[in-house]
């Protein structure tokens, strides 16, 4: 199963696709997470990375396109993957060219502005494994020991394009850059809301996808 999660920064894009990840045994692939981790490894994607994300602007197409098109030809994806943060823009999708037809899936996740941010602020990410943690009580999961990964131990930090200015840029790309890849193939895409608890809206997703 070949999955594309599409949704605004803070939708729960990262949260959900770990949950359909687990039930389906598929890998999560983010984009966002790979370019973090090749910044961390100081690889060549990283180092052209670094600018555009610290600054909540999008990475040049083809690098990130690149990054992509290797990842999928791995073994563990032989099954099937789930695609967080891919394509974000339509040159970014005609890069993918005869991959889009490929994809079993077009899921849109849908939350109201004012919550998207309010996600965004408490957002902590794990150092070390990449897993997301909310610091506000009312958002999921808060971590059981402060700045500790309940997976891993590793120290959670809050990520460097997680201020508020970086925040509402980016959810401006989103807005401008995004939403015409979901006009475009909007007789695939198939839109749920994400405004809840995320287990009703993963339950949501699930319902979609054995429909
Ligand atoms: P990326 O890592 O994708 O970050 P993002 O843009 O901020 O969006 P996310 O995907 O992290 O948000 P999300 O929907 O996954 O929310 P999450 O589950 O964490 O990208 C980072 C940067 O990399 C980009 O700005 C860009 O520079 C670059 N980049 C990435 N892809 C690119 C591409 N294709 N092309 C070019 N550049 C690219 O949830 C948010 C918070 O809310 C969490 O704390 C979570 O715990 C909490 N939460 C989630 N769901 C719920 C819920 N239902 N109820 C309560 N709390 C919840």
Redesign the pocket.
Known sequence: MKIM?F????????????MVSEKYNIPLL???????DAMKEGTEVGKI?EK??????????E???DV?KERIQKDDCKKGFIL??????LK?AELFGEKMNEIDHIIE?D?PKEL?IH??T????CKNCGA?????P????NPKEENKCDKCGGEIYQ?E??TEE??KK?LG??DSETKPILEKYQDRVKKVN?????Q??FERVVKVLEE
Do not use: W
């Open positions: 999660l949704g605004p920064q803070g939708a729960g894009k990262g949260t959900i696709g770990a983010s984009a966002g997470q790979m370019l973090r990375a555009y994300i610290n600054e909540g602007n999008l990475v040049p197409p690098v990130i396109t992509i967080d943060g891919f394509p974000r823009n970014q996740l939350a998207l996600r965004l408490g957002r902590r990410t997301v943690y909310n610091i506000h009312d958002c999921d999961p990520r394009d997680d970086a925040i980016r790309i989103y994400a405004g809840d608890n995320p009703a809206i």
